[in-house]
């Protein structure tokens, strides 16, 4: 199989229950950490037992998703919880381009849980082997910013490209997304991000993956056991000055055509991909509000069961990418993106999440992140594209999917 592996012959997996830890990230003892919380509950981890690189390529979640069956298969497991999260996990990244390098799955030494009023400890390999020395926290400093691939004003007229091809029929949406990156004066903590990111943003799942680190809102898919979720997300605005304006912005943003159109092609596609996987699907009529502390979103959240064993991988597999990260039609769309962005997304819009030996997991989509280089964070943010859109508008929609990411380096502006 195409995959980069380094790990020992056999895993040996320990999960104990503990006691309630509290802030999850104020156990993650070195900046090289591993997250994925969600209103202060889900899983942290740390060192590395084991890590696969999944070569690039079409079939890169499947074979990702056999070779940890194998590895999990071969451990030897001690798990009294049997909870989704509990014994051996794998955090994953993979690119959002299945050609570009960088797709990643890690299984940690040492993983902290906490869910639904159970708490758990999880030890791969010698227990009595030592951690990394902690590490003190430091927040950046010096943060100097640089434009990214392109300017905003390049990037409008690529905005206008893609109107003026949606205008003359060659595709219904796409996505067009933009980065700019921010150099500290030392390497930056990932802890940090995740404190001030998992405070500002508790309805988003707060993420770091072997340096790529955000909060978002965007749930691409949850199984356990047979069920699984998908909360797709695709109509933006900003937030209001007040509670009035909130309240406008949102009876705007609900009743408005351009972002329904926009949402449903995400929506329709996420239908599409898990009706043939699910023996029953629950699909909401119309979407509703998702309101963060930056933006307003449309959503809809769907609901399934499988009806056969596929891992939460698996189902990835068939969902990536919608159109709330590419386009409709997909192919057009993403041959689109390849000509007007001028950048690798690199995991920025991929899926990030997490998947155990049962083959549960969480999987969002990599957005309102940045990837972390020693000093350097390079920050993302993309905008859905149709027939009506104004491109100045859509840079001011990127300026505020930019927020999460600048004010977690710089601290938030309450600060
Ligand atoms: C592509 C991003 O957001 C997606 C998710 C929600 C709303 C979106 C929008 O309204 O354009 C995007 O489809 C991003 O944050 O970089």
Redesign the pocket.
Known sequence: MNLAVTAPDRLVVRTVPVTDPGDLIAALPHPAALAWIRHGEGIVGWGEAARLHPTAGPHRFTDAAARLRDLFASATIDDPLHLPGTGPVAFGAFTFDPASPGSVLTVPRRILGRRDGHAWLTTIGDPDDPDAPARPMTAPTGLTWHQGALPAHTWQQRVATAVQRIRDGRLGKV?L?RDITATADAPIDARVLLHRLAARYPDCYTFAVDGLVGAT??LLVRRRGDRVDSLV????TARGTGPADDAARAAALTTSPK?LH?HSY?ADMVRDALAPLCADLHVPDRPELLTLANVM?LASALHGRLDSDRSVLDVVAALHPTP??GGAPTPTALDLIAELEGMDRGR??GPTGWIDARGDGEWG?A??CADIDGPRARL?????IVADSVPADELA?AHN?FRPMREALHGPPHN
Do not use: M, N, Q, S
């Open positions: 996505v997304a809102p965007e997300l695709a109509g933006t972002d926009e995400a979103h709330a990260v920025y819009a989509i957005l309102r993302f943010a993309g905008c859905g929609e999917k």
